[in-house]
């Protein structure tokens, strides 16, 4: 992508009222939404965050498929994202938001259980050991999920990473936490969820042209 169409993109993006792009000071020292994201949606409808959201296809796909849910997309890359966003503007999609902001900070963006659940779409999988603690499913981020998820809530991987895959398993496993559903192959295999098959990323046509499984968890963190 152009460094034109960057900017060009950028300056939509603050047109745009379903974008926040608040800086880190900003979040990290009392964000206003904190906790009050009902004043944000006009309404107590359940809030689902898509993390690492990129062009925001599961957040935008989510919405029109659950219009009495409220979604949020989070992404660093608002160039990424602006695409979801145009279309939610375009699509007059009122559940839809987005905020430009690091992952990592979820704690500061959400009050405790505000949270409905948690979608990780295509994450890096971050495969060298000392890349350990940049995996979106690691503890640390898991104890960050439990802060904000209401103790039904969930939370949903899925990845063409057949590492993180395991990796994740494993991880669930060793601290006890329970999982749901698991699929290893989930065009091939049955049972996936709707939304699972239903919404595919921009990535994911490209990793099944390459013939390549896809893999999906829904896990609890409480």
Same mark, same amino acid.
């Given at each position: 992508? #152009?460094?034109?169409?960057?900017?060009?993109?950028?300056?939509?993006?603050? @047109?745009?009222?379903?974008?926040?792009?608040?800086?880190?000071?900003?979040?990290?020292?009392?964000?206003?939404?904190?906790?009050?994201?009902? !004043?944000? *949606?006009?309404?107590?409808?359940?809030?689902?965050?898509?993390?690492?959201? #990129?062009? #925001?296809?599961?957040?935008?796909?989510?919405?029109?498929? *659950?219009?009495?849910?409220?979604?949020?997309?989070?992404?660093?890359?608002?160039?990424?994202?602006?695409?979801?966003?145009?279309?939610?503007?375009?699509?007059?999609?009122?559940?839809?938001?987005?905020?430009?902001?690091?992952?990592?900070?979820?704690?500061?963006?959400? #009050?405790?259980?505000?949270?409905?659940?948690?979608?990780?779409? *295509?994450?890096?999988?971050?495969? &060298?050991?000392?890349? @350990?603690?940049?995996?979106?499913?690691?503890? !640390? *981020?898991?104890?960050? =999920?439990?802060?904000?998820?209401?103790?039904? +809530?969930?939370?949903? /991987?899925? !990845?063409?990473?057949?590492?993180?895959?395991? =990796?994740?398993? +494993?991880? /669930?496993? +060793?601290?006890?936490?329970?999982?749901? =559903?698991?699929?290893?192959?989930?065009? &091939?295999?049955?049972?996936?969820?709707?939304?699972?098959?239903?919404?595919? @990323?921009? =990535?994911?046509?490209?990793?099944?042209?390459?013939?390549?499984?896809?893999?999906?968890?829904?896990?609890?963190?409480?």
């Amino acid at each position: 992508m #152009g460094s034109k169409n960057k900017l060009k993109r950028f300056q939509e993006n603050e @047109t745009f009222s379903n974008v926040i792009q608040p800086t880190r000071d900003e979040v990290v020292n009392g964000f206003p939404l904190k906790g009050k994201w009902n !004043t944000h *949606f006009k309404n107590d409808n359940p809030i689902v965050l898509e993390l690492g959201c #990129g062009k #925001g296809e599961y957040t935008v796909g989510l919405a029109k498929k *659950f219009p009495n849910k409220n979604f949020i997309g989070i992404d660093i890359k608002g160039a990424r994202f602006w695409k979801g966003a145009k279309e939610a503007v375009e699509g007059d999609l009122p559940n839809v938001c987005f905020i430009r902001t690091q992952i990592e900070l979820v704690d500061h963006l959400f #009050g405790k259980e505000e949270v409905s659940e948690i979608w990780i779409t *295509f994450p890096d999988p971050q495969i &060298k050991y000392k890349r @350990t603690k940049h995996r979106m499913t690691n503890a !640390t *981020f898991l104890e960050r =999920y439990k802060q904000v998820l209401k103790p039904e +809530g969930t939370v949903n /991987l899925k !990845t063409d990473s057949e590492f993180m895959h395991g =990796y994740t398993l +494993g991880l /669930l496993h +060793g601290l006890g936490l329970e999982v749901l =559903y698991a699929n290893h192959d989930v065009y &091939k295999n049955e049972g996936s969820p709707k939304e699972v098959l239903e919404i595919q @990323t921009f =990535y994911e046509n490209q990793y099944l042209e390459k013939g390549k499984p896809i893999t999906f968890i829904r896990f609890k963190v409480n």
